[in-house]
């Protein structure tokens, strides 16, 4: 027989367990489960880890880096974030260390090299898009996290959500991979591509320009991945698209994913007054909030623009199959 490519393949609960008792201090462990969704390959897989003594943990065993290009560095720097924003009071998932004191650990799939590692457990439920209060919270911390991280250093480097990682490496993408019979959609997201692009790129030279409005950011903060304990207590995980980027965009990630502007006034108001309270942002900085949102779209439509995979060759937008 031939020897087969392996392009997906899920690590048996039983043996995260047994690498987590080997290099993690952390007691007996009661259980290990997989709770990932097995029909997205883009994302990385999750097991809910509960020890005797009643913690409870995640670990991630993370996807093949050539999905996003990535290196162990990216991974670090990640890590590394997570820690710093910890240390500094910031309510975010962080890494629980090994016992060798790194956070980084990997296995051989039969795939390829990937990476994991154990996080924090984020309490509670995900941040209601009604609640006034959790709104503004959420606001104010998310500015913490952008003003504190202007104070991170780090020796490992990441990919930067910039103009090319953000408009020109998706727009290659879905030229090569997007279904010609539907080139007249396709033409409609080059067109507003572009012009997000050239408005993005105007703001970025005017005498507006904000000396802290890049630097680290979640790249992907929404309610699902804030959570709300029984104390009000926020935490915010899953920072798997961090990065150095603009915070603006930021929010605007955030805007789209929770549909904010399509909703009540009165909870749009609310979390850019939590944000107002800890960070002003510029005019052009405000301004950027709305291109940066159709840049995201094509982000995204470029992500899941899937030329193979479990859930088949197209997954939102049509693809050719390769």
Request: charged share 25%; aromatic share 12%; net charge negative.
């Amino acid at each position: 027989m031939n020897e087969i490519r392996i392009m997906r393949s899920f690590v048996a609960a039983d043996t995260m367990a047994e690498i987590i008792g080997d290099e993690y201090d952390i007691g007996p462990l009661q259980s290990c489960k997989l709770f990932s969704k097995m029909l997205r390959t883009q994302d990385n897989d999750h097991y809910l880890v509960k020890t005797r003594a009643g913690e409870q943990m995640v670990i991630r065993v993370y996807q093949l880096g050539r999905h996003l290009e990535r290196s162990r560095s990216d991974y670090e720097f990640e890590l590394d974030w997570l820690r710093f924003l910890h240390q500094r009071g910031l309510p975010v998932s962080y890494p629980i260390p090994r016992r060798d004191g790194t956070s980084l650990g990997s296995i051989q799939a039969p795939e390829g090299e990937r990476y994991y590692a154990l996080f924090s457990f984020a309490k509670g439920k995900p941040m209601s898009l009604t609640d006034e209060e959790q709104l503004f919270q959420c606001g104010s911390e998310m500015a913490r996290i952008h003003l504190v991280s202007n104070e991170f250093r780090t020796g490992h480097a990441r990919k930067p959500m910039d103009l090319a990682f953000l408009v020109d490496s998706p727009v290659e993408r879905m030229k090569r991979f997007w279904d010609s019979s539907q080139d007249y959609n396709l033409d409609l997201i080059l067109t507003s591509a572009a012009e997000a692009k050239e408005e993005i790129e105007a703001l970025l030279q005017n005498e507006e320009h904000t000396e802290d409005g890049w630097g680290p950011i979640g790249g992907d903060f929404h309610s699902a991945n804030t959570h709300f304990d029984e104390a009000g207590q926020l935490t915010f995980f899953n920072f798997d698209l961090c990065g150095p980027g603009w915070r603006a965009y930021d929010i605007a990630v955030f805007l789209l994913n929770t549909n904010l502007t399509h909703s009540d006034t009165n909870m749009s108001e609310a979390f850019f007054a939590g944000y107002y309270s800890q960070r002003q942002l510029s005019g052009n900085e405000h301004a950027a909030v709305a291109p940066f949102m159709t840049l995201r779209r094509v982000w995204l439509t470029a992500t899941f623009t899937m030329n193979e995979g479990l859930a088949g060759h197209t997954f939102i937008a049509p693809a050719r199959p390769s």
